[in-house]
């Protein structure tokens, strides 16, 4: 079982994608960047429509096959088994582009949560976005099983950015990999840091409890996204990406 991919939020809010995942978001800081003068907490729709399309991409392509365009918008998303705010969403997101418009975007045969919000106009476009990270640092370098490493990417953003996905994957000297990504609509220039922990004492062995996390090298790649890291859609393009490592060691009471 893998363990919840967790964000706690610092001086500027940065959203999850909506992964579970061994690796904790810790914290986001701004370094050096100018703060929006409107504190005002509203709902972060780009987010909530990401996650939406997300989990429920299935669900809405069942409700569709067995008759569910039928009625319109309000009929398709009141069919959803979600909350209050998820069918608000998706009748928003239906309503701008059409039943029609909604059913073909949902059918597409590569479905990405946020090209599809971005085609709603509830994630934002910016096509001139441009950022670059500045370094991906594992800390500490090396430790035995049940050390919390700390991977701290720094970037850069020149040029303000649309729909921004910032995505760390892990892999391991043998098993699958694991990772985690945050999701962000639209970043202004400036420096950041994110901070995305490795906890190693939870899991360290085969059990249901976690993933293993036997020694040897592990390789993490960084990268900064415009829309969903590794999509064909438009608009979607890898910023930078940088890679490191870190070292899990024999622990002293393997013998």
């Not at 096959?65 to 309000?74: L, M, Q, R």
């Not at 928003?92 to 418009?101: M, N, P, S, T, W």
Request: aromatic share 6%.
């Amino acid at each position: 079982m893998k363990a919840v991919f967790v964000l706690l939020f610092a001086t500027l809010a940065l959203a999850v994608a909506g992964d579970v995942s061994p690796i904790a978001v810790s914290d986001f800081k701004i370094l050096r960047a100018e703060l929006p003068k409107n504190r005002e907490i509203k709902i972060n729709w780009c987010n909530t429509c990401a996650g939406l399309m997300g989990q429920s991409i299935n669900q809405l392509l069942n409700i569709i096959a067995n008759g569910g365009v039928i009625g319109g918008c309000s009929k398709l998303c009141g069919a959803l088994n979600g909350t209050k705010i998820e069918e608000t969403v998706c009748n928003l997101a239906c309503d701008y582009v059409g039943i029609k418009g909604f059913v073909k975007i949902i059918q597409d045969v590569d479905p990405d949560p946020v090209f599809i919000c971005e085609e709603v106009k509830m994630c934002p476009v910016d096509d001139n976005g441009a950022a670059s990270i500045d370094s991906l640092s594992p800390s500490p370098a090396s430790g035995p099983v049940s050390t919390k490493f700390q991977l701290e990417l720094v970037f850069t953003v020149q040029n303000h950015t649309g729909t921004t996905t910032i995505q760390v994957d892990v892999q391991p000297p043998s098993g699958q990999s694991f990772g985690a990504s945050s999701l962000q609509a639209g970043i202004n220039p400036g420096q950041y840091t994110v901070d995305f922990d490795v906890d190693t004492s939870q899991g360290s062995d085969s059990s249901d409890e976690g993933p293993s996390y036997p020694p040897g090298v592990y390789k993490v790649t960084a990268q900064v996204c415009a829309g969903t890291c590794g999509s064909k859609h438009p608009h979607a393009k890898v910023y930078d990406q940088k890679e490191a490592q870190f070292t899990i060691t024999e622990s002293d009471r393997d013998w």
